[in-house]
């Protein structure tokens, strides 16, 4: 009876560890789809947030180009260079195409930051993504 028993006590711990081990990849299992749902969240965020400002950036930019060919308009060669009468509204539309290149630059600076940003969470999202599935047959080849 004692065997009997003690047998009966083993096969019940066999029982009960392989249900808290299907627990635990279960528990798993969720908690990396849930990060996976987060880093899509992060990764469509950035890139949405990206376009946005790409779209800022190229009306920028086209105010930039008019700013340039207002101060082009000023500069005729044939007259040689600025005539005297409109050189003050020449400066002002220089200056401010000068101020505007700046500004452009830290925008196009920004946006290669972000992209380098997004680039990474979409990585990110996709590394993790890969772990997933490499997971998922890790324990198919385990109860095979």
């Known amino acids: 009876m004692t065997l009997a028993g ?24 969720q908690a990396l789809r849930a990060s996976l749902s ?20 190229q009306r920028f930019d086209r105010l930039v180009d008019s700013l340039r060919a207002e101060v082009e308009s000023y500069e005729d060669p044939t007259r040689g260079g600025v005539p005297y ?5 020449y400066m002002e539309s220089f200056t401010l195409y000068n ?11 920004s946006l290669q930051l972000k992209e380098a940003a997004c680039r990474a969470l979409v ?22």
């Open 6 to 29: 003690l047998a009966l006590v083993i096969l019940a711990g066999l029982a009960g560890g392989s249900i808290l081990e299907r627990n635990r990849r279960v528990a798993e299992m």
């Open 99 to 109: 101020d505007s290149v700046e500004v452009w630059q830290g925008r196009v600076d």
């Open 85 to 89: 009468e409109e050189y003050e509204a």
């Open 38 to 57: 987060e880093a899509r969240f992060s990764a469509d965020s950035c890139k949405a947030a990206l376009a946005w400002e790409e779209q800022g950036f």
């Open 123 to 144: 990585e990110a999202h996709n590394n993790l993504g890969d772990s997933i599935r490499r997971r998922r047959e890790e324990w198919s080849g385990d109860t095979e």
